[in-house]
C-alpha cells in the first residue's frame, strides 16, 4: 500500500447509511484537516479536523473506519499508515491494548502472567470478596434462607421429635450452657429435635443460627456431653458463616468462569464448572475442621470434656466401622483424622488454659 | 475450496442461462499469530479488572471475527459498545446469582423465579437476536431483527419441550421454527431474508445422529451389563455393607465403598453416554445448518449455501476441545480460528445479480441504530 503523505491512503469511500463504496484516497493537509477525495475526478467527498473524525480501534489487521460525522465512512486495510497519519500528528493516542496484543516475545510474559493471576484471584482474591460479600449480607438475608428449608424439610423428611421430654430438656439445658458462651449469646441460637426419616442420625446448623438435631442421633448414645460436643460443632459453623461463603464462593467462581466464557468457548467452560464444583470439596473438608476446633474450645469453657466430639467419632467408628481415609471427593476429613485431630487440640486447650479461658 | 468450485460445477448446469447464478464464498482471514495476542491479552485484562474488561474483550474478540469474514470484497463489522454489553452482563449475573441464593435457601422461591424465568427466555432471545443483529454491519449498512416474543416462545420454549419430550423424534420440527426465527426474522437494508427449511429436508439429516444414539446406547448398555456380569464378585464386594461384621481381616474398602470408587463408577457410565451425545449433537446441528442455509433466500434474489462436511465439522469439534483441554487453554485461539475458517470456507452466496450493482442501491432503513440495545450471554446463536 501506498504511504507517501503526498499520495494519500487508498481505501473505499461509503456515504452514510449507504452499502455503495468507491474507491477513494484519505489525505490530512498541514492545518490538520483531514480529507477524502476521488482518485479520479479529484472531487472532495468529505473533510473535517483530523480531531473531529472517529478513528476505529486497531483490532489485528482488520480494516480501519475513520468516520465523517454525518458524511460518511472511509475504510482502508492499511492501518499502519492510518496510524502515522494520525497518531504521527499527536491527534490520537496510540492503542495501547493493541500495542501489547502484538505477536512479540514480550507475550511470553502477558502468558505467564495470565497463569500467576488465574492462580492468585482464586486463591487470594476471591476469599477476600467472599468475606466482603458475607459482611454486607444484611441478616434478614439468613433468616428467611433458614425459615426455609426448615420449613421445606419439615414439609418432607421430618418428622416430630419422639425423644423424651426428660432427655430433650436436658440437651437443651445444656446447649443453653454452650450459647451462654457463644458470641451471638442466649437469643443467638434455636435448638430444634426432629425425626431424621431418611436423613437418620444427623445435626446440622442453618446461617441464622437455627441447629436441627435428629432422634437417631440423639438415641446412639445417652451421654448428653458427647451430644453437646456435636452441638458445639453446629454452633461453630453458625459462628463462622460457614454456609454464606461456601454459598457466595460457589458464585464468584462460576461468575469468573462465565466472565472468561466466551474466551475458551463453551466446552471448556462447562467443564472447568465441573471440575471447580470439586474443589469446593475441599473448602468443606476444611470448614469441618475448623467447627470441630469450636466444639473443643466451647466445651472447654463451658467446663465440660473438650473430647466430646472425639468421644462422639469413636462412638461413629465402632458403631459404623468407618475406618475410611479422606480423599478429593469427600466433604468431610475422614472419622479417625478428625479423632486424632480433636484429641490432639483438646489436650492442647487443656495444657495451655490461657487460650480460651472462661469468662 | 475444491469443495465449493466441484459444487459450483454441479449447480450450474441445473440453471437456465438467463438466471446464471455467481457463487461468491464466503472467507475468514484470521490467523493464529494475530488472534493469541488479542485472546490472552483479553484474559490478562479481563482477570486484572476482576471481569470489568470482559465487555471490551468480547467486543475486541467479536471485531476480530466479524472483521476477518469476507464477502464479495468486503467484510463484516461488529459495533457493539462495551458500555452497552457491561450493562447486559451486570443484569444476567446479578439475576444468576440472586437466582442461585434463593435456589439454595428459599427452595419454593427459587423454583416460582425459576418458572418465571422460564418465561421470560423468549424475550430474552428476541431482544439478544436483535442486539446482535443491530450491532452487525455490511458494507456500512445495518442487519435489523424483527422477531417478536411469540415467535421465540414458540421456537425455543415449546420446541425445547417438543424435543425433550419426544425423546429428540421431533427435533427436525423444532429446528425448523428455530431456524425459521432467528434467520428468517433477519433484516438487512430494510429487505426481508427468508429461511423456510423443510421438514423432510430436515429429517434427512436426522436420520443419521438418530441412529447413532440408538446403536451407542445399545452398545453402552451390552458392555455395561457385560462388565457388571465379569466384575459381580469385585461390585458385590464392593457394595455389601454390613455394620456388624466382625472386624477382623476385613480391609475398609471391602465394608463401605469409598466415595472416590462410586464416583468413578458414576462417571465412568455416565462418560461414554456424553460423548455419544455430544457427538449425535455436533453431526445433527451441522446438517440442520446446512439444510437451513440451503433454503434462505435474500432479498426474494440471492441464495445461501451451506456445504459442511458432517464428520469433519464433529472432528474439528472434538479436536479442537481435547487440544484446549490438554494444553490448558492455550491452542484455544488456534481452535477458534481454525473453525471460522472452516466455517467460512463451506459458506457461500449465490447472487442472482451483480452484487455491487445491488448494494448500490442498499441503504440503512429504519430506526436500526437505537440505544435500548440489550446482549444477553448464552443466547449468541450462530449464523
Known amino acids: 500500500m501506498a504511504s507517501d503523505p503526498a499520495a494519500g491512503i487508498a481505501g473505499t469511500w461509503r456515504r452514510k447509511d449507504k452499502a455503495r463504496g468507491n474507491s477513494a484516497v484519505l489525505r490530512m493537509d498541514r492545518d490538520g484537516v483531514a480529507s477524502v477525495t476521488d482518485p479520479e475526478s479529484g472531487d472532495s467527498l468529505a473533510a473535517a479536523p483530523a480531531g473531529r473524525v472517529a478513528i476505529s480501534d486497531r483490532v489485528g489487521s482488520i480494516p480501519r473506519r475513520i468516520e465523517f460525522a454525518d458524511a460518511g465512512t472511509f475504510e482502508t486495510p492499511d492501518n499502519d499508515a492510518i496510524d502515522r497519519l494520525f497518531y504521527g500528528a499527536g491527534i490520537h493516542r496510540r492503542g495501547f491494548v493493541h500495542e501489547l496484543e502484538r505477536f512479540r516475545p514480550r507475550l511470553v510474559l502477558v502468558v505467564v502472567a495470565v497463569v500467576a493471576l488465574c492462580f492468585a484471584v482464586y486463591r487470594y482474591a476471591l476469599p477476600v470478596l467472599v468475606e466482603v460479600a458475607v459482611a454486607v449480607t444484611p441478616p434478614v438475608v439468613p433468616e428467611l434462607m433458614s425459615q426455609s428449608v426448615l420449613a421445606s424439610l419439615d414439609g418432607s423428611v421430618f418428622a416430630p421429635s ?55 442421633l440423639a438415641e446412639m448414645t445417652d451421654d448428653d456431653e458427647m451430644i453437646l460436643g456435636v452441638l458445639g460443632h453446629e454452633i461453630g ?105 480433636t484429641r490432639r487440640y483438646a489436650e492442647e486447650v487443656m495444657n495451655a488454659p490461657d487460650c480460651c479461658k472462661p469468662e | 475450496m475444491d469443495e465449493i468450485a466441484a459444487a459450483e460445477e454441479a449447480a450450474k448446469p441445473a440453471q437456465p442461462a438467463s438466471y446464471r447464478l455467481k457463487r461468491e464464498p464466503f472467507t475468514f482471514t484470521g490467523t493464529t499469530r494475530e488472534y493469541f495476542g488479542i485472546w490472552i491479552v483479553n484474559i490478562l485484562l479481563t482477570i486484572l479488572t476482576l471481569g470489568i474488561y470482559s465487555a471490551w474483550a468480547k467486543v475486541r474478540r467479536q471485531r476480530y471475527f466479524y472483521g476477518n469474514t469476507w464477502l464479495a470484497g468486503a467484510n463484516f463489522e461488529y459495533h457493539a459498545r462495551p458500555v452497552q454489553i457491561l450493562i447486559g452482563r451486570i443484569i444476567v449475573v446479578g439475576f444468576l446469582v440472586a437466582y442461585n441464593i434463593a435456589l439454595q435457601f428459599l427452595p419454593l422461591v427459587g423454583g416460582l423465579i425459576g418458572v418465571a424465568f422460564l418465561f421470560l427466555i423468549p424475550f430474552f432471545v428476541s431482544r439478544g437476536l436483535r442486539f446482535n443483529a443491530r450491532v452487525t454491519s455490511y458494507r456500512n449498512v445495518r442487519f435489523d431483527f424483527t422477531g417478536k416474543y411469540g415467535g421465540a416462545f414458540l421456537a425455543y420454549l415449546l420446541g425445547g419441550a417438543l424435543v425433550y419430550g419426544s425423546a429428540g423424534i421431533l427435533a427436525p420440527l423444532a ?15 430494510g429487505r426481508p431474508i427468508k429461511c423456510e427449511p423443510r421438514l423432510e429436508k430436515l429429517y434427512g439429516q436426522w436420520w443419521l445422529p438418530a441412529t447413532i444414539l440408538v446403536i451407542g446406547w445399545i452398545v453402552i448398555i451390552v458392555v ?36 472416590t470408587t462410586i464416583l468413578i463408577l458414576i462417571y465412568g457410565i455416565l462418560i461414554p453416554f456424553f460423548i455419544l451425545y455430544a457427538v449425535a449433537g455436533l453431526l445433527y446441528r451441522a446438517g440442520t445448518r446446512n439444510v437451513a442455509l440451503k433454503e434462505t433466500v435474500i432479498d426474494g434474489r440471492h441464495a445461501l449455501d451451506s456445504q459442511i462436511h458432517r464428520g469433519r465439522y464433529a472432528w474439528i469439534a472434538i479436536s479442537n ?14 481452535a477458534a480460528i481454525r473453525m471460522a475458517k472452516y466455517m467460512a470456507s463451506v459458506t457461500a452466496l449465490d447472487a442472482t445479480s451483480s452484487l455491487e450493482e445491488y448494494f448500490g442501491g442498499i441503504q440503512q432503513e429504519g430506526a436500526a441504530v437505537g440505544s435500548e440495545y440489550m446482549d444477553v450471554e448464552g443466547f449468541d446463536l450462530g449464523f
Open chain 2, 224 to 259: 455395561l451389563v457385560g462388565l457388571a456380569v465379569t466384575f459381580s464378585d469385585t461390585l458385590s464386594a464392593l457394595f455389601s455393607f454390613e455394620p456388624d461384621s466382625p472386624q477382623e481381616d476385613y480391609s475398609s474398602e471391602q465394608d463401605m465403598p469409598s466415595p
Open chain 1, 237 to 341: 459453623h453458625v459462628d463462622l458463616d460457614h454456609s454464606l461463603r461456601q454459598l457466595y464462593r460457589a458464585a464468584g467462581v462460576t461468575a469468573l468462569i462465565m466472565m472468561i466464557g466466551g474466551d475458551i468457548g463453551s466446552g471448556t467452560e462447562d467443564l472447568l464448572v465441573q471440575g471447580t464444583g470439586l474443589l469446593a470439596l475441599s473448602h468443606s473438608r476444611t470448614a469441618e475442621r475448623e467447627a470441630d476446633r469450636k466444639s473443643v474450645e466451647l466445651m472447654y469453657r463451658a467446663g465440660k470434656d473438650p473430647a466430646a466430639i472425639a468421644r462422639f467419632f469413636e462412638l461413629l467408628r465402632d458403631r459404623l466401622n468407618d475406618t475410611g481415609t479422606s480423599d478429593f471427593f469427600s466433604t468431610h476429613p475422614a472419622t479417625p483424622e478428625r479423632i486424632e485431630e
Open chain 2, 175 to 189: 429446528s425448523q421454527w428455530m431456524w425459521n426465527y432467528s434467520l428468517g426474522n433477519l433484516k438487512y437494508g
Open chain 2, 321 to 334: 476441545l481435547l487440544a484446549t483441554l490438554f494444553t490448558l487453554g492455550l491452542l484455544r485461539p488456534w
Open chain 1, 162 to 216: 419422639e425423644l423424651a421430654a426428660e432427655r430433650q430438656s436436658s440437651i437443651s439445658r445444656g446447649f443453653d450452657e454452650l450459647k451462654a458462651l457463644s458470641p451471638r449469646g442466649l437469643d443467638g441460637y434455636t435448638l430444634h429435635f426432629r425425626k431424621g426419616g431418611i436423613i437418620g442420625p444427623n445435626a446440622f446448623a442453618l446461617p441464622d443460627g437455627t441447629v436441627v438435631l435428629t432422634d437417631e
